[in-house]
């Protein structure tokens, strides 16, 4: 599976991008995905992922700014973020797993915002 994100940028406080994510090769729509984001010298931090039901999950942090989203089978995911603010500069990562079994990350995409 090979995972393609898109969408980051420069953007001021307040301000809205949309992340995509592409999947290719052999996925099945139980696939969970989603977005991480990472800053330098912390972890890697769950954003938003679709769960193997389809039901999205967020981080208290982005709750109601942040909207994911994407087709039955998860071959194109969204992350629609609004109301950004200074604190959600980092560089976002898209993921995908099946189970234990299987576990994908696309190549980072850097999101910065200015105050």
């Known amino acids: 599976v090979q995972l393609q994100a898109s969408g980051g940028g420069l953007v001021q406080a307040g301000g809205s991008l949309r992340l995509s994510c592409a999947a290719s090769g052999i996925i099945f729509s139980t696939d969970v995905m989603g977005w991480y984001r990472q800053i330098p010298g912390k972890q890697r931090e769950l954003v938003a992922e679709?769960?193997?039901?389809?039901?999205?999950n967020y981080a208290d942090s982005v709750k109601g700014r942040f909207t994911i989203s994407g087709d039955n089978a998860k071959t194109t995911v969204y992350l629609q973020m609004n109301d950004l603010k200074p604190e959600d500069t980092a560089v976002y990562y898209c993921?995908?797993?099946?189970?234990?079994?299987?576990?994908?990350w696309g190549q980072g995409t850097q999101v910065t915002v200015s105050s």
């Open positions: 679709i769960t193997s039901g389809g039901s999205p």
């Open positions: 993921r995908r797993t099946r189970g234990l079994a299987r576990d994908y």
